[in-house]
């Protein structure tokens, strides 16, 4: 049986209060948090290390810290698209840590993205503030072992669906990358060699040894 599992931590214990109590969520059984509740969840100290989700709807996702080969590889993705930002100008990178608020009110944690600097501009202050208010131009999601295909299938989905202009799907365990765009077919491409950023990320040719293969 597939469950999540969430810390329970009081802010200021008392002798008679445990603080290491766990809750044991069944699959099949949602937790659902308002907005500010979910950025009061996040602000929790023993929270931080954790990559918390929310759905549209309200629904909360807890996922598991990265393998160390995951860690790894998805270093490499955000260094390539770190190097390429730094030299272009362009716009603003992120790594998995990031949280965006959707237009749909989902609160979404890619594994990388970006921004062009005249989007996250024209955004006002109260909309940077926080998980910001808006989808990025690019994200990246790097399957784990843990992770069914077809959920980040749908994930990348609603992505596209909420505003981004290029996603890649990058699938280690069959060694092979789906790349999602407006108003298209995703494209299945078996063990590419390298990754074109098209007209999002000009000039972005991403190298997938390391990545996608070792």
Known sequence: MSTTTLEKVAAKPTADQRTDATLIIPEGVRIIVGPEDFERL???PANRD???ERSADGGLTVMAPASSEGGEKNQ???RQLGNWNKASGLGRAYDSSAGFT???GAVL???ASWIAHQRWDALPAESRSG???IAPDFVAELRS???TLKELQAKMAEYIAQGVRLGWLIDPISQTVEIHRPGREPETLSRPATLSGEDVLPGLVLDLKGILFD
């Open 42 to 44: 996040c602000r929790v």
């Open 50 to 52: 954790l990559r918390l």
């Open 76 to 78: 490499e993705l955000g």
């Open 102 to 104: 959707m237009p749909n």
């Open 109 to 111: 944690s890619p594994d």
């Open 131 to 133: 998980f910001a208010r």
């Open 145 to 147: 072992p843990s992770d």
